[in-house]
């Protein structure tokens, strides 16, 4: 579709992905809307760092005591104890909903809080298990942030995509760009789902490590990417490859 009379390709590639990168910039700060935010995605992606960044990021501007944090993680052993001592360093209790009655009677009982933050359990995308999480957070009120691992495979995040219902997140939070080496297969992965990235994390630090980056600047950094050299063939190696022909 690129006008014959275009002189820089490359630039006019870059300005239409930066069209179809959706980063919400008109919307404002995740922290500034307020709300009643899940995060949801596959195990060991950041999804309790990202709590602990957002919810930083929010006490910081707005107070802790408008602020509450819930987990839902009662499957992996310490996870509640990592949440908890964010919110000891934030002064903000850090409530526990083991099914989706206790889950609606801490909505309830925060329902005056003008942020809710609720940690959930990290699943593989494939596990049984993540349709009843998803099924537990499908109270009205609740908004689903997907947590993608930036690092990680297309493949595999297209998966995590399809397994966690992208459709019906209000958005996803990129994670761990500081470790991916191609940001282009999570980027198509957001462009094809038509989902909008609200925030970026690039590393462990809270809430400093944690970005709303322009969709320039996204596509900019995905196209600046260099491919590691040891996927390249050598002439030693292309003449073994041959030789048995």
């Known amino acids: ?40 995605g596959a195990t060991g992606v950041g999804k309790t760092t990202s709590t602990a960044k957002i919810a930083a990021a929010f006490a910081a501007k707005y107070g802790a005591g408008n602020l509450g944090l819930i987990t839902l993680d009662a499957y992996r052993l310490g996870a509640h104890e990592q949440l908890r001592a964010y919110g000891r360093i934030l002064g903000v209790p850090v409530h526990t909903a083991h099914d989706r009655a206790s889950l609606e009677d801490l909505l309830e009982l925060l329902a005056a809080k003008k942020m809710v933050l609720i940690d959930t359990a990290g699943m593989a995308q494939r596990d049984s298990r993540t349709r009843e999480l998803l099924e537990m957070l499908s109270h009205r009120a609740i908004r689903k942030l997907l947590v993608v691992n930036a690092a990680a495979q297309g493949e595999t995040i297209e998966d995590v995509m399809i397994s966690y219902r992208a459709a019906a997140c209000s958005g996803v939070v990129l994670s761990k760009i500081d470790e991916a080496v191609k940001l282009g297969p999570a ?6 789902h038509k989902q909008r990235i609200v925030g970026v994390a690039n590393g462990q ?36 490859v041959f030789a048995g022909h």
């Open 205 to 240: 630090r809270v809430p400093e490590d944690w970005h709303r980056l322009s969709s320039q600047a996204l596509v900019q950094r995905a196209l600046r990417a260099q491919a590691n050299p040891s996927w390249k063939l050598d002439a030693a190696e292309v003449s073994l």
């Open 1 to 40: 579709a690129m006008p014959h009379e275009v002189s820089d390709e490359m630039g006019w590639a870059a300005s239409v992905l930066e069209r179809n990168v959706l980063t919400g910039e008109v919307d404002g700060a995740l922290e500034d809307q307020g709300g009643v935010y899940a995060m949801v």
């Open 187 to 192: 980027l198509d992965a957001v462009i094809r």
